[in-house]
């Protein structure tokens, strides 16, 4: 069972917008802006999307984005496409110096 | 540009201890604020941290894992290595090297290596 808990799926039509939940404790999630999302595709290695709760890195589309409210982060996807048919995985620094991970999400594009 | 390639055996017998190399490019892990992670994923399952090394030979360890796993650094040959004792069918899974952003702060990785499926098996 992992740290963080994510929705096993989510699905949306292509140009729709959904939001991918990732829920911890105020020892992880709540405690820290260190929420991670990693995008990653049958097959290869994860990639990341997002950092540090909102931030996106160099040439990560802004379709993509971020936000956390108390011990649950985020990541919602706006104008699905195609090519977003993935699985979501998110991460979030912990005390004791540990990393968490969640379960993983398949986003299924309709 | 960075890239990271993992290297190791396929398939090792349960009980026997798994030696896993990264070999990296584009960085180097004498500078300040650079570390290189190991992540693997069990077949259909999620990913699970392993260890961290920085750039000052500090090492953070998962807590389920650290008594049995270790992390060392070769920076003139630009390596990590990782062993694992006393594997188990339970850690077959694909072993992934990783570096660490080194524009912000936290546990994140921007580059990942290919992976290397490890099969723990008799």
């Known amino acids: 069972q992992s740290a963080l808990t994510q929705p096993a799926s989510v699905s949306g039509s292509p140009g729709q917008s959904i939001t991918i939940s990732c829920t911890g404790t105020?020892?992880?999630?709540?405690?820290?802006?260190?929420v991670s999302w990693y995008q990653q595709h049958p097959g290869k290695a994860p990639k990341l999307i997002i950092y540090?709760?909102?931030n996106r890195p160099s040439g990560v589309s802004n379709r993509f984005s971020g936000s956390k409210s108390g011990n649950t982060a985020s990541l919602t996807i706006s104008g699905l496409q195609a090519e977003d048919e993935a699985d979501y995985h998110c991460t979030s620094y912990s005390t004791s110096s540990t990393l968490v991970f969640g379960g993983g999400t398949k986003l299924t594009v309709l | 540009q960075i890239t990271l390639k993992e290297s190791g055996p396929t398939l090792v017998k349960p009980t026997q201890t798994l030696t896993l190399t990264c070999t990296f490019s584009?960085?180097?892990?004498?500078?300040?604020?650079?570390?290189v992670g190991w992540i693997r994923q069990p077949p259909g399952k999620a990913l699970d941290w392993l260890a961290l090394?920085?750039?000052?030979?500090?090492?953070r360890y998962s807590p389920s894992l650290k008594t049995r796993v270790t992390i060392t650094k070769d920076t003139s040959k630009n390596q990590v290595i990782l062993t694992m004792a006393n594997m188990d069918p339970a850690d077959t899974a694909t072993y992934f090297c990783?570096?660490?952003?080194?524009?912000?702060?936290?546990?994140?990785?921007?580059?990942w290596g290919q992976g290397t499926m490890v099969t723990v098996s008799s």
């Open positions: 090394i920085y750039w000052n030979d500090d090492k």
């Open positions: 105020s020892s992880d999630v709540g405690g820290y802006n260190y």
């Open positions: 990783t570096h660490r952003i080194t524009y912000a702060s936290g546990w994140t990785f921007d580059y």
């Open positions: 584009g960085f180097s892990l004498s500078t300040s604020g650079v570390g």
């Open positions: 540090e709760v909102s």
